[in-house]
């Protein structure tokens, strides 16, 4: 009995790393083909997100420090997305003027350090709390994190945006 509760720990951190590792694996690999980037769509995801952190925060607004906490949050996001952005190797065909976009491994090692982050984060955060989370600090957490993730995202697409749009412009001149 006394193997059977040792292996609970082990498994709780490897089926996450498993789990991990496949999409990281899958998304490494599709990473080497130059999608399409179609510019007018950019905006989607971003205002998707958006929105569902708004009736989150709607819902249960953080307190006076849970908003500047949520607001550094956003503004270390949106730093980090736009360099992720720059990062994006985006190409114009000179002829057709067809934009594509190839993610680089810079970008892909960056989003694997945000994990690794975000999984140490949730394990000192789980490890000093124990069982009893403190409610309050769970939904603070998950605001600064939702605060960050939207700025990423947003800055990302807003950079990328911008750059095809000078690109193209650019090709269309030549």
Do not use: N
């Not at 179609?38 to 708004?54: C, D, F, H, K």
């Not at 309050?136 to 998950?142: D, G, Q, S």
């Amino acid at each position: 009995m006394q193997g059977h509760q040792a292996a609970g720990p082990w498994l709780s951190y490897a089926i996450p790393f498993a789990i991990i590792a496949v999409v990281m694996a899958l998304r490494w690999r599709s990473m080497r083909r130059a999608r399409k980037l179609r510019v007018e769509m950019l905006w989607i995801l971003p205002a998707v997100y958006a929105a569902i952190m708004a009736l989150v925060f709607f819902e249960s607004p953080p307190g006076p420090s849970g908003w500047l906490w949520s607001a550094l949050a956003l503004g270390g996001g949106a730093a980090i997305g736009w360099y992720r952005g720059r990062m994006m190797r985006i190409t114009v065909d000179p002829e057709t003027h067809e934009l594509s976009q190839q993610a680089s491994p810079a970008a892909f090692f960056l989003l694997i350090g945000l994990v690794l982050v975000r999984s140490v984060a949730r394990q000192e955060m789980g490890g000093s709390a124990g069982p009893q989370v403190d409610h309050h600090a769970a939904m603070l957490a998950t605001d600064i994190l939702m605060a960050f993730a939207f700025g990423l995202i947003a800055a990302t697409r807003v950079e990328m945006a911008l750059r095809a749009r000078r690109l193209l412009a650019a090709a269309r001149l030549a």
